[in-house]
């Protein structure tokens, strides 16, 4: 058991219930991005900084766990697999999962010691750790790995000072930044980092997926959980909780009302703020409905640009409410008027 899960401590890189990405030994669904990576790795020259993007769920820190301990564990050659695998049971994978490799650093949202919860961002002293860290002597295999996850979570003094630690990089050193958004990025991080592109799963690879971590849910609702993550095992994983469900529900229902339901809508915030990264959560819920609705307008010949402006209009929300720490009721109602705005002019 790793000491995070131990200790009680939340992840807000862990699907409750499941294993975090550290101890997740099987990358489905990306044999692409994978190939691309252990071409670099294993032919001796991998780039000083990976940008890992893709939608959330997909597998992004999953192949850059995959990536730290073939490089932990054979440095940039082709001694190790082609497929980058290390063994469960070798020193460093063990290492890896108890948190206490000191050739990887991994940086993420950390706990409000007044609230007890996660954080809602990624703060610059979080950051600035990668100074020290790849200033020091390299360890086993002459290799020093970070990991920001993810680096969307910055504010802006983080970002800047991501950006001065990229623009003097470290030699045997490599810095993976995941990424949901990569667009939200500096252009300035953009530019100095390559890109390491993950697709959403197909529809067998997510179907098998689901069938191994949730056997004894029935095909029926297996597939409505596939149909609701568009392609995110992550996303499906989460959805498959109760709070999870229950939000992508009500993000559904938000959709369908033309006026808004005042005190629906409030109960509906108190319900959010009551789940853990509620407003994440629901934002994220929220905004992949509003897609798929716009999507399939657009397969009816009815796509209308006004539809993407109230998308945008609302991930701006929920991306602004989470940087200040807003309290969800303003964003919940906020959202909600964008959205039956947009109804009303039939562009919904």
Known sequence: ????????????????????????????????????????????????????????????????????????????????????????NDIVSRQIEAQAHPGLLVLKRQINEKTGKLKTI???????????????????????????DSADEMNDNAANALLKILEEPPLRGLLMLVSHAPGRLLPTIRSRCRRLDLKPLDAQSLATALARFLPDMTIADRASLAGLSE????????????????????????????????????????????????????????????????????????GDARAVEAWERVHALYARAIGIHMEPRQTVLSSAAAIAAAKRRGAL
């Open 231 to 302: 392609g995110s095992l992550g996303l499906a994983l989460r959805l498959a909780g109760e709070d999870g469900l229950a939000l992508a529900r009500e993000a559904e229902t938000l959709l369908e009302n033309r006026t808004p339901d005042v005190p629906a809508l409030l109960g509906l915030a108190d319900r959010v703020a009551r789940a853990e990264d509620g407003l994440l959560q629901f934002g994220q819920f929220l905004a992949q409905a509003l897609s798929r609705r716009i999507r399939k307008r657009a397969e009816e010949g009815k």
């Open 1 to 88: 058991m790793s000491p995070a899960r131990a200790s009680g401590i939340p992840e807000p890189d862990r699907a409750e219930g499941y294993p975090h990405p550290r101890e997740t030994y099987d990358l489905t669904g990306q044999d692409a991005a994978l190939a691309n990576a252990a071409r670099a790795i294993r032919g001796g020259a991998p780039p000083q900084a990976w940008l890992i993007s893709g939608p959330a769920g997909v597998g992004k820190a999953t192949l850059a766990y995959r990536i730290a301990r073939y490089l932990l564990r054979h440095g940039a050659t082709g001694e190790g697999p082609a497929d980058l695998s290390v063994p469960k």
């Open 122 to 148: 990624l703060e610059v002293d979080e950051i600035r750790r990668l100074g020290n860290f790849f200033g020091m002597t390299s360890g086993a295999g002459g290799w020093r790995v970070a990991i920001v």
